[in-house]
């Protein structure tokens, strides 16, 4: 077979010659994306939070060590005002302030007295756990100075949502605000009268919280043991066993245990007013205790009522 000629072959494709790299200029985009991302750190540096203050503490000072004030004329002038503050560790000073003046100017503190407990009042219900605490400490260094004059300086309301307020804490799970709340409960119900005491708490037993109703029924037995029989009697011996009759079935031990202890006293002083009953006629005595219950209790709650004196 015969070859095609040469002459009709294609001319061979030139070489590609070889570009040298120029390096790329940065675009605008990219210059836009480094100054975005520098102004982002800059705000992120301004927003960084500062390093967060030492905290501050409150000092607990028993009432013991609490010492009179310099001037209690001025400081009597503006406590309310101070009481008032927004500011807690102000208003934590401002209650021991109060507290000198109840401890040792109470003649001085008495005519804003009333005052001064709704100011208590409204700090125990601070999220502060330390003005609340302070607050509660008050309340015990007021019982203790006024007593009774604390019924008859504040309006009913006042010292009603006083009771309930440390009723309430006493019945929290904050162990130091609970163990404050208890104190300021038993100075209550030995330094106030039984009689007027005793009337704000038979409210209290019936209330909606169980662990509120205990603490009530701990305060009942404590005033109700500082009672004589004419006490008992002005208030109602019938009423104090019904009420401790009903408390024998609350849910709460606390609360059944009160009960126990009230009936407890209250046989004790009923037993007391058989003068003519002699030793040698104790079995007398225990029925007319009997019959007292079964006449003044649905038959369940005396047999109840019986049982615990026969213990």
Not at 107 to 121: F, Y
Request: hydrophobic share 45%.
């Amino acid at each position: 077979m015969p070859l095609r000629p040469l002459d009709n072959a294609l001319p061979s494709a030139e070489q590609p010659k070889k570009v040298a790299k120029v390096a790329a200029s940065p675009s605008l985009s990219a210059k836009k994306a480094a100054a975005a991302l520098a102004a982002a750190s800059r705000v992120n540096d301004e927003n960084t939070p500062n390093p967060p203050p030492p905290e501050q503490s409150v000092e607990y000072v028993p009432s013991e060590d609490l010492a009179a004030l310099m001037d209690p004329e001025s400081k009597i002038v503006v406590l309310l005002d101070e009481l008032s503050s927004k500011d807690w560790i102000r208003g934590c000073e401002a209650l021991n302030d109060l507290r000198r003046m109840a401890l040792h100017h109470s003649s001085l503190l008495l005519p804003i007295l009333g005052n001064a407990t709704t100011v208590i009042t409204k700090a125990m219900k601070s999220p502060r756990s330390a003005l609340c605490k302070t607050s509660i400490m008050a309340s015990a260094d007021i019982f203790q100075s006024f007593g009774a004059l604390l019924l008859s300086s504040t309006e009913d309301n006042a010292f009603d949502q006083l009771l309930l307020q440390l009723l309430l804490k006493a019945s929290q799970d904050k162990k130091f605000v609970c163990e404050e709340a208890e104190k300021a409960l038993e100075k209550m119900a030995m330094c106030m009268p039984p009689l007027p005491l005793l009337k704000k708490l038979q409210s209290c037993v019936n209330h909606a919280n169980l662990r509120v109703r205990a603490k009530a029924a701990i305060s009942m037995s404590k005033c109700i043991s500082k009672m004589d029989i004419e006490v008992m009697t002005e208030f109602g011996i019938a009423t104090l066993l019904r009420v401790a009759a009903e408390l024998l079935n609350d849910r709460l031990p606390e609360a059944r245990e009160a009960a126990r202890a009230i009936i407890i006293t209250l046989q004790g002083e009923f037993s007391k007013t058989n003068n003519n009953l002699k030793d040698d006629k104790e079995s007398s005595a225990s029925e007319a205790w009997q019959d007292f219950c079964f006449v003044n209790l649905p038959p369940i709650a005396a047999q109840s009522v019986a049982k615990i004196i026969s213990l």
